[in-house]
């Protein structure tokens, strides 16, 4: 699976979007961007999955760059639920293929 | 939603001894579990996948004599944790992967063990 990037952490204000990027250069064409989060202390909770089109559901949007070398989500009202670290993970969507994790950017959503 | 449990919680054992934990599929039927763990400040890291009615498969250095494995059922796995040091306490989290064709895990809420 590809190698991803993101930044360590990023603050928002609550109420305004939060636009986390990713990088994932060397993505194949097979390989799907997903992403996760993990607010503190409880298991990680799927939010989104894309190839190459944009994405949308009720947590977020997955904006996908036309040559899939970068990603962002974007939660477009953050609530101080939001606060988790968000991990982008690259994959094939294949049924049974493992994730791995990265370090993710911790989100901290400010009143 | 899929929705996966783990028990217990949390459990604080003693040195030397062995500690089970459960990871159960509510809704659905898993073939594949994947069991995590997460050190402080730190990202997951995969030790095993299991699949029902076979032997797990663990992931370069994690004892499987150590770190047991069982998936007896489509909704069931357990991770037994033997001999187990301070240098075991984590948080253990637990994944599913429907039978079905979805693609996504499902993550149970995670386990704490403290080993004094």
């Known amino acids: 699976d590809a190698k991803t990037t993101q930044p360590t952490s990023m603050d928002c204000a609550e109420g305004r979007a939060a636009n986390l990027p990713c990088n994932h250069s060397?993505?194949?064409?097979?390989?799907?961007v997903y992403w996760y989060r993990q607010i503190h202390s409880q298991g990680p909770q799927y939010i989104i999955h894309?190839?190459?089109n944009n994405e949308t559901n009720e947590m977020a949007s997955l904006i996908i760059t036309e040559d899939r070398k970068s990603s962002t989500l974007i939660l477009p009202h953050a609530t101080l639920r939001d606060t988790a670290v968000y991990y982008c993970?690259?994959?094939?969507?294949?049924?049974?293929?493992?994730?791995?994790f990265g370090e993710g950017t911790q989100l901290t959503v400010n009143p | 939603g899929a929705v996966v449990s783990q028990h217990p919680s949390w459990v604080i054992c003693k040195s030397g001894t062995s500690v089970k934990i459960e990871c159960r599929s509510l809704?659905?039927?898993?073939?594949?579990m994947f069991w995590y763990r997460q050190f402080p400040k730190q990202s997951l890291m995969l030790m095993a996948t299991?699949?029902?009615?076979?032997?797990?498969?663990?992931e370069q250095g994690v004892e499987k004599d150590k770190f047991l494995i069982n998936h007896a059922s489509l909704t069931l796995s357990t991770l037994t944790v033997t001999s187990a040091h301070p240098e075991d306490s984590s948080f253990y989290i637990c994944?599913?992967?429907?039978?079905?064709?979805?693609?996504?895990?499902?993550f149970g809420p995670g386990t704490r063990l403290t080993v004094t």
């Open positions: 994944s599913a992967l429907p039978r079905d064709p979805f693609f996504e895990q499902y």
């Open positions: 060397t993505i194949s064409g097979n390989e799907y």
């Open positions: 894309g190839l190459k």
């Open positions: 993970i690259v994959k094939q969507e294949t049924s049974g293929s493992r994730l791995t």
């Open positions: 809704d659905f039927q898993a073939t594949t």
């Open positions: 299991s699949n029902e009615g076979s032997k797990a498969t663990y």
